[in-house]
């Protein structure tokens, strides 16, 4: 059973553009929703995170959106960069620390 | 040192043989984690410790897997009588107190391969 899904499993976006990754879930007890983005041959490294008491959290050019009734969360790259391309992975938590991963988003982006 | 560091890096066992992967968390990190990373997927979670007290071993997919962390600092995850399908990448992270639930610090993972 997958408790969260993610889709695109790719994307292609060119330099400058916005980024879109979303992810659904089913768990309606999840209470932390983070981004990983993982480069290859590396760990994945948190991104940005989310409780779902808020709607939406922006850091810099990232930005999670969250729709608690509709159990969906979405993570934009706006002004996206060559260096932004990797791999990214929503995720959940409850309560404790064990976090289930979508299958991730491999984001290639093209100058 | 400044990361979780995981060895090795790369590992090739013929099927059969047993493994160790070993994990050194951040210094002072109460929680470890294990999790097994297949081609093209997310990580997917094994085992997790407080301390040297293994709180959860759920995600552990047969008793041919182990995982110890007997002084509290380093883990060995150890895969006994390999099979192709254990073939993954096996992350280890660490948190601490200090940090929100779900913030976790990963090594690079040791790639195995089973022929």
């Known amino acids: 059973q997958q408790q969260v899904k993610q889709s695109p499993q790719s994307l292609i976006v060119q330099k400058g553009g916005i980024s879109i990754i979303n992810c659904a879930y089913e768990n309606t007890a999840f209470d932390y929703f983070p981004w990983y983005q993982q480069f290859p041959g590396k760990g994945p490294a948190l991104l940005i995170a989310i409780r779902p008491d808020v709607s939406e959290k922006k850091e810099g050019r990232f930005t999670i959106s969250f729709n608690k009734s509709a159990k969906q969360f979405s993570l934009h790259i706006m002004d996206s960069q060559p260096g932004d391309s990797a791999t990214y992975f929503c995720?959940?938590?409850?309560?404790?620390?064990?976090?289930?991963f979508g299958k991730g988003t491999k984001l290639s982006v093209i100058p | 040192g400044a990361g979780v560091s995981q060895s090795p890096r790369y590992k090739v066992a013929k099927r059969g043989q047993d493994v160790a992967l070993r994990c050194d968390p951040i210094s002072g990190h109460v929680s470890l984690f294990w999790y097994q990373q297949a081609l093209g997927q997310g990580p997917e979670f094994l085992t997790y410790f407080q301390n040297e007290a293994q709180l959860d071993k759920s995600g552990l997919p047969s008793d041919r897997f182990f995982a110890e962390r007997p002084e509290g600092s380093v883990s060995t995850l150890k895969i006994q009588r390999t099979q192709q399908e254990d073939s993954a990448v096996y992350l280890c992270a660490s948190s601490s107190r200090g940090h929100a639930p779900g913030e976790l610090f990963f090594g690079e993972g040791s790639r195995l391969t089973v022929l």
């Open positions: 995720a959940a938590g409850a309560g404790s620390y064990q976090l289930t």
